[in-house]
């Protein structure tokens, strides 16, 4: 049974590199934790970094929440129609958006947006040696390179969500009231009566907070971790967008399950 | 000194975040939880809660004056007791009726309190004695289908 036995070693040798990386990315996380003083002693380097990752994000992230607010509009009012409550299309809309859609669908966009980019940034910059020349210069790469991307990303990550939520509710507001013409007064109080700052809008924002720390440490791990060649570049930015997407979907479970449990 | 304009953008991209939360919070959302800081407990025992949830309206007249905080099987007695956060500002008698209504035919359910005329008012921790159960409809149609029934009997 000798090619059992190389399946069986290569699934144990699949199974253990997962876990190392793991214990890896975890050591990763503390240390740019640890030296995250100089991010913020240093504020230029941080905003040039929400620069790259936040403001250079601002056009996708408003248009796409602009056009699922405008989908959830149409769809939303088809549902409700067959029910005779086309007024409740405001809460619908915002409920769906703040709670759930907004930092989820920015999340995904903000990992294919900004988080690659900075994968692709660290890699290359691995892969040309600069990371070790910093190193022999006494600069740590991680307090230097590292960090910076790091929290521009954690920072950036809620007000980008923040803004796809406010864009969709215009979005269906546009559709639903000016298009449609479902009562402007009905579509806003409506609204207003059923989502709560603190329950709704404030859970919303943990949420996108947790998917920032989340996203950002990927990017910069798997930037950081990639083998210093074109190729282990690239595969490096495929598994940014893989692992984030993954990531963001069983968090958003998770957190859900923790914040929305059993009332409604 | 391209730091200047980066700092515009930087600037500018916080400002539009900000700008959509206070959107998010003032319009979309109405604060009302921030509103109801200082609240009383008041609690109330129904023999049958309907489909009464827990951060439920509490009405007055029509008008939104607390959340429901909690509700809870008594064990002893088999009721359901319901607890209550009021406005601080309103102050309701010791007579005041407790009912739960649905908004609607669909709507949610909610509690409303209808006042009485005692002069003395309810504290916070104190339990409201006159309640009504919610109207299940079931129970309703089947009353009415047994009258029916009976008034075509006496009509032989």
Redesign the interface.
């Known amino acids: 049974m000798p090619n059992l036995l190389s399946v069986i070693r290569r699934l144990g040798h699949a199974v253990v590199e997962r876990i190392w990386r793991l214990g890896f990315a975890a050591r990763f996380f503390i240390a740019i934790l640890k030296y995250s003083g100089a991010s913020f002693r240093r504020l230029p380097l941080t905003l040039r970094e929400i620069y790259f990752s936040g403001v250079l994000s601002l056009l996708i992230i408003l248009v796409s929440g602009l056009f699922v607010g405008m989908v959830l509009g149409l769809q939303g009012f088809e549902t409700l129609q067959r029910f005779g409550s086309t007024e409740a299309l405001g809460i619908m809309v915002a409920l769906s958006l703040t709670r759930e859609l907004g930092p989820v669908v920015a999340g995904l966009l903000f990992a294919s947006r900004a988080g690659t980019s900075v994968t692709a940034e660290i890699g290359l910059m691995k892969a040309t040696e600069q990371l070790k020349a910093m190193d022999m210069m006494a600069v740590n790469p991680i307090a230097r390179v590292v960090a910076p991307r790091f929290w521009g990303g954690v920072f950036a990550m809620p007000l980008l969500a923040a803004m796809f939520s406010a864009m969709g509710v215009l979005g269906g507001w546009l559709i639903g009231v000016v298009f449609i013409g479902v009562d402007d007064g009905a579509f806003w109080s409506q609204m207003q009566a059923g989502v709560d700052w603190r329950y709704d809008i404030w859970n919303g924002v943990v949420k996108s907070f947790v998917f920032g720390i989340a996203v950002s440490l990927i990017a910069v791990f798997e930037g950081y971790d990639s083998v210093p060649t074109a190729e282990g570049v690239s595969r490096a930015i495929t598994r940014t967008v893989v692992t984030s997407a993954l990531t963001i979907l069983a968090l958003d479970f998770v957190l859900t399950s923790f914040m929305f449990r059993g009332t409604s | 000194m391209n ?1 200047t304009v ?2 515009l ?2 600037g ?3 400002a ?6 206070i ?3 003032l ?8 509103r109801l800081s200082e609240t009383y407990v008041l609690h109330a025992k129904f023999d049958n809660i309907g489909g009464l ?3 439920g309206p509490v009405k007055s007249a029509g008008v939104v004056v607390g959340r429901i905080s909690e509700i809870r099987l008594d064990p002893a007695t088999y009721e359901a007791v319901v607890t209550m956060n009021v406005d601080g500002r309103f102050q309701f008698p010791k007579d005041t009726f407790a009912s739960i209504y649905t908004a609607g035919l ?1 709507g949610e359910q909610y509690v409303g309190l209808d006042v009485g005329g005692d002069e003395k008012v309810l504290k916070s921790g104190d339990t409201i004695a006159k309640t009504q159960s919610a109207v299940v409809l079931e129970k309703m149609i089947s009353q009415f289908l047994f009258s029916k029934a009976a008034d075509g009997q006496d009509k032989k």
């Open positions: 730091r980066l700092d953008w930087v500018f991209f916080v539009l975040g900000v700008a959509a939360l959107f998010l919070a319009k979309v959302g109405n604060l009302s939880s921030a949830k827990v951060r669909l």
